[in-house]
């Protein structure tokens, strides 16, 4: 026992530590990369449901889950048992890199400035994100620049929500809004549309995707001058289009929808 | 001979049209169900080096390649094939709504108007795209709110990407640049890097990632103050940090560049 003690080296040899991204849901739009990782995972560190959602696990791969409000202490707990050795996958739904559990990593990696942490081998592997999943069964309202903003205040103030989203719109971008509704942030999408409706018309193209990728999916196109805040809930991505952007009919019902790749001369406009 | 002529219907079953992203290039970054819909192709239309990145094919699939410019004829090639029945899929890099040929076949479609046209079986697959792949690889510069803007004023004019780059900047927003150059566009990005640096302070996070997923792949974390359109060409995307974008030292070389998930209160900033 003494010398099984002893043979321990004093500090272990780092390990793995990958934060991945599961794509909006369905297993057939996860990269292979991703599923090899979590494959040969140790620990699985994630929210609940991405956990959950990433899974079944072998008996011999231990899951790690929690509630999704303590990003910072799962990417420290990740941190510290990859720096142990370990090979551990931290899970985030859509891109671990758009407003996910890459950026609370890093975080946690700079603030900790623990030499054995900078020693693990640490990959992020992106993901197809809700916009991108959302805007590819409407068409492609994605197809010329575009903005993403998340309309949570959690961590940033109202009042840059509000700018950005005037910048976005006196710059005529498309906007995919993450985030947009949940029961602790009821007035917020309202409030952003209000904004919106100042500067595009009201027959603006506008997606609500839910859950798209996932069993339940449920896919929208409106216009900013219907949509209505009770539509949406913290599952939906909402975007609205550009002055451009454009919705036809389609075959079997609901609209294609889509902004062109063009963009007329000021005096043509 | 005259039976089997008579038994064909006078106007077809009309096919499948699956518009796919191959992702930044590796085969291990493209989803399972782009795979898929190569494996069941009959006909494969694309830019030439993409069809050659997605393939080989069997004898029995054809491809239908082409040069790069002629988006739009693509896109009708692919739909009157899979009007006429065929398994169509035409071929992007990155994903087929970003910047590339979802949008063209969305104006294909819209334009024509044709009845057969509307009944093809069309799908949009995502894939993930070059700022996906060189954000993941930089750490997460993407974590907070960002833009996706091309600077190619090919189909668009070029005071609109200025008046875009202009409220991007204003909005302190992220920014991915694409298409930053090529040959017959070689003024662009030094005129929009320096719009950039009247907002934007010499030390903000510069990442240039060049082929990201190929075998060439290169990525360079450097400073507004510090890039020079020379390291730039039609490969590689740009990115831009916001006034809270930071870097700090990779063990092994180089950096990680990040934004952070939170963003201070106007008193505080």
């Known amino acids: 026992m003494e010398q099984a003690l002893q043979s321990q080296p004093p500090s272990p040899r780092p390990g793995r530590l ?7 849901g369905a297993p057939e739009l996860m990269a292979p990369a991703v599923r090899d990782e979590l494959d040969r995972a140790q620990d699985i560190v994630g929210y609940t449901t991405y956990v959950r959602m990433a899974g079944p696990f072998r008996p011999d791969q231990r899951t790690l889950d ?6 910072m202490d799962r990417a420290r707990l990740a941190l510290r048992l990859a720096a142990e050795g ?3 996958v931290v899970v985030s739904s859509g891109d671990p890199g758009i407003f996910a559990m890459a950026t609370a990593v890093m975080e946690a990696l700079e603030q900790a400035d623990e030499p054995a942490w900078r020693a693990v081998d640490l ?3 992106p993901g197809i994100s809700a916009a991108q999943a959302a805007a590819a069964r409407a068409g492609a309202p994605l197809g010329h620049d575009f903005c993403i903003i998340s309309l949570s205040d959690n961590l940033k103030p109202w009042s840059q929500i509000e700018r950005r989203l005037e910048h976005a719109a006196l710059g005529d971008f498309v906007m995919a809004l993450y985030n947009p509704s949940s029961k602790a942030r009821p007035w917020q999408l309202g409030q952003a549309l209000d904004l919106l409706r100042r500067y595009r018309a009201p027959a603006t193209p506008v997606v609500l995707g839910r859950d798209v990728g996932r069993p339940a999916e449920q896919l929208t196109a409106t216009t900013l001058g219907e949509v209505w805040p009770e539509q949406v809930d913290m599952r939906t991505v909402v975007i609205v289009g550009s002055s451009l952007t454009r919705q036809f009919r389609r075959d079997g019902g609901g609209a294609w929808v889509y902004t062109p790749r063009w963009y007329p001369e000021a005096e043509g406009a």
Chains 1, 2 share one sequence.
Do not use: K, Q
């Open 66 to 71: 929690s509630d999704n409000r303590c990003e």
């Open 123 to 125: 990959a992020i592997l």
């Open 18 to 24: 990958a934060v991945i991204g599961l794509g909006p």
């Open 86 to 88: 370990r090979h551990v």
